[in-house]
Nanobody
């Protein structure tokens, strides 16, 4: 299983970015998807997740500014980031829970990370 993330870059405070992550297997075998952020030297923290039924969960620091969504046809998860602030800077990793078959358990899979830098 491969997760291919893209969309990071340098943006000024107040700007927007959209991250994308495509999963290489069928959406039928993909559960909850989401995004985590890691700042150098610190642990990887939750940003947002979305279940197969569309239930979302956000870190308090991004509520009202970030929107997570998914596309089952493409088996992809997205993170629309608006009103970006310097404290949003970090490496963003996409996460997907996947299974090898319908009667097999789900397990975590991570993308390679994409760097977001918010700076003037």
């Amino acid at each position: 299983v491969q997760l291919q993330a893209s969309g990071g870059g340098l943006v000024q405070p107040g700007g927007s970015l959209r991250l994308s992550c495509e999963v290489s297997i069928s959406s039928f075998n993909t559960g909850t998807m989401g995004w985590y952020r890691q700042v150098s030297g610190k642990q990887r923290d939750l940003v947002a997740t979305i279940t197969t039924s569309g239930i979302t969960n956000y870190a308090d620091s991004v509520k009202g500014r970030f929107t997570v969504s998914r596309d089952s046809a493409k088996n992809a998860v997205y993170l629309q980031m608006d009103s970006l602030q310097p404290e949003d800077t970090g490496v963003y990793y996409c996460l997907a829970y996947t299974r090898p078959g319908v009667f097999r358990p789900f397990s975590e899979k991570w993308g390679q990370g994409t760097l977001v830098t918010v700076s003037s």
